[in-house]
């Protein structure tokens, strides 16, 4: 599949993969947040509709 016609991509950057972000919580725990962060661009989103679209940060 070309990655330019792939639904699943990154909207700013064209990636085809992202991870969620790993954070340090109030109690010093490190855990999964809700963001996503591109493998491509680096950039962090809130959800997968808005890496999608490629919104702002």
Request: proline share 0%; hydrophobic share 45%.
């Given at each position: 599949m070309n990655p330019s016609t792939a639904s699943n991509r990154c909207g700013y950057c064209g990636a085809t993969s992202?991870?969620?972000?790993?954070?340090?919580?109030?109690?010093?725990?490190?855990?999964y947040t809700e963001a996503l962060r591109c493998t491509g661009c680096g950039r962090e989103y809130a959800n997968l509709q808005v890496w999608r679209r490629g919104g702002t940060q």
């Open positions: 992202y991870h969620r972000v790993l954070a340090r919580d109030d109690a010093g725990v490190m855990r």
